[in-house]
């Protein structure tokens, strides 16, 4: 088992997880949206994305978007995407791209990493509270742009 910081040159493995991702979250596959999408995140720099690998098979990966707290003034990681294949959850491929991500938020002098899951993603939640991750009380509204 291994994690490491994806590059460029990961982008077909990190594509294919992607996709997965998103097929888990109700949404169609779209393999060549997803493509561009991440290699517009790469050639930009605007996500850090960690893979996980059993061997050299990726099974997993974490997306984290950067953000800042005007309040404390300080940098805070967004965690928008975890996810690990299907035949290999249980296997501890969560807890160490989570770790992965924790210390990466560390190591950039990060307040934190924020989250959210949807409410029936009781599997997520309950990772995220066994690591350390406290489900907060705030109060969160969404406006949407796009018909």
Known sequence: MTVRRATIDDLQAVVELFD?????????????SAEAFL???FEREDSVIFLALDG???VGFVQLFPSFSSVSM??????NDLYVKQEVRR???????????IAFAKETDAK???LETAPDNVNAQQLYEKIG?????????????TA
Request: proline content about 4%; charged content about 30%.
């Open 74 to 79: 300080e940098r805070v990681w967004i965690l």
């Open 39 to 41: 290699e517009e995140r």
């Open 56 to 58: 050299e098979n990726p």
């Open 112 to 114: 934190g990493l924020l």
């Open 91 to 101: 296997k501890g491929y969560g807890e160490r791209l989570m770790a992965k991500a």
């Open 133 to 145: 991750f406290v489900r907060d009380k705030s109060c969160y509204y969404f406006f949407t742009t």
């Open 20 to 32: 997965l991702y998103r097929i888990f979250y109700a949404q169609s596959s779209d393999i060549p």
